[in-house]
């Protein structure tokens, strides 16, 4: 088995690390503590062909593949969880409009997000009673001459305010006639459409420089040609694309918990008590070993997913395996750093309780540590 990195993946991966050490990471404490909305960093991502990994290079992107997505995405994270966030879910809306749209929709919005034009993309999917079970979204689209009449609620969307384009799903068939998950299709929706209001921004516990809103869709009008992919086939682009989007997750949450344990490391190193660095006890030690195992295993099955994605080998399992075992193993690490920095770790001069209250949606966002074992169980068992 050959681990080494092609010279595209290494470029990406210096390149990402490069720019999140000299620019991202000593801003990342600011843009948490003010709640801002990275805008200039993200420009600086799209100018390094980081906001569209996965697009071809034909449409603006980079062209590079999952396994550099997921290197870059730990670089990013490493540095700061809300600019991360935002990068994989435009990274993720480029990659499902190039792969599912017309060639007029791939030629409008996938070179506006890849330059940075349009800062973001948002997934909008999940609405206030349809979370993990998007099957039961409530939000309708129903033909008008040549337009859709959007009516409904969005819930949690990120970067809802900022987005150039919202991947909106919407049900396009009625429930007796299209049950379940059948009659759900997909529209792209630009900012600023009449019909389009955007809710107040959530206050959450972390990913603070991240957008997170709710949309409200009012006789909100879209030409006939918004409509991504088949009629009623919208439900299977929206799981397709959270399967890429899952190996994404598990990269940013592997890229918060190499921050959290490099500093765990350096101030195990540094703090003394009884006369001694706090490294030189064993229960110290131990810690940091299996911090250390437990991202090395994430990392692995991150870029296995991330391989088999770009090998066109289903992988939709092995995504939701990695994102389980990455953001849990993720959440422990961690937890464990502010255990490690004592009463250091409680406050904000240090950036372990950051990356705590960071790395904790990475269990709950692009699909549940709960759902994801539904994926993996239902696999093993079909
Ligand atoms: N790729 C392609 N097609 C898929 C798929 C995938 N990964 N997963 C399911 N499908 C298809 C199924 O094959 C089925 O097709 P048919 O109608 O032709 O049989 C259809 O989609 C419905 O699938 P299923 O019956 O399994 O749907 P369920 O409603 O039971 O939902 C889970 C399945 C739980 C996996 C899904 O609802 C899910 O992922 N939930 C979490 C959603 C989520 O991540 N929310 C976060 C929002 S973004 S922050």
Request: net charge negative; proline share 3%.
């Amino acid at each position: 088995m050959d681990f080494t990195l092609n010279e595209t993946q290494r470029l990406i991966q210096q390149t990402a690390r490069h720019y999140a050490e000299r620019v991202i990471a000593p801003q990342a404490a600011a843009i948490d503590e003010e709640e801002r909305f990275p805008a200039d960093i993200l420009k600086g991502l799209a100018d390094m062909g980081l906001m569209a990994v996965n697009v071809p290079e034909s449409l603006g992107g980079s062209q590079a593949g999952a396994v550099a997505y997921v290197l870059a995405m730990i670089e990013v994270a490493r540095a700061c969880a809300s600019t991360a966030v935002t990068m994989a879910v435009t990274n993720m809306v480029g990659e499902v409009i190039a792969r599912f749209g017309t060639p007029e929709q791939r030629e409008r919005c996938c070179p506006r997000l890849a330059s940075g034009e349009w800062l973001a993309g948002a997934f909008a999917l999940s609405e206030p009673e349809a979370g993990s079970d998007p099957g039961a979204l409530r939000t309708t689209a129903r033909r008008d001459g040549d337009a859709w009449v959007l009516d409904g609620s969005k819930q949690w969307i990120t970067s809802g305010a900022y987005a150039g384009v919202l991947v909106v799903w919407a049900r396009t068939g009625d429930q007796a006639a299209y049950p379940g998950t059948r009659g759900i299709s997909c529209f792209l929706v630009e900012q600023a459409t009449p019909g389009l209001r955007i809710g107040r921004a959530e206050d959450k516990m972390g990913i603070r420089g991240s957008n997170t809103v709710g949309l409200h869709f009012e006789e909100c009008r879209v030409p006939e040609t918004a409509l991504l992919g088949e009629l009623h086939g919208g439900f299977k682009i929206a799981m397709m694309a959270l399967d890429g989007g899952r190996i994404g997750i598990s990269a940013q949450a592997l890229g918060i918990a190499r921050a959290a344990l490099e500093e765990s490391v350096r101030y195990a190193k540094d703090r003394k008590q009884f006369g001694r660095p706090i490294g030189d006890n064993q229960a110290i030690q131990w810690k940091l070993a299996e911090m250390q195992t437990s991202i090395d295993a994430a990392y692995l099955l991150a870029l296995r997913a991330a391989w088999m994605k770009d090998h066109a080998v289903p992988f939709s399992r092995e995504a939701a395996m990695a994102k389980m075992f990455s953001t849990e193993a993720a959440v422990q690490i961690c937890n464990h750093a502010v255990q490690i920095h004592g009463g250091y770790g409680y406050i904000r001069d240090f950036p372990a309780e950051r990356h705590l209250r960071d790395v904790r949606v990475s269990m709950i966002y692009e699909g549940t540590s709960e759902i994801q074992r539904v994926v993996i169980a239902r696999s093993m068992l079909s």
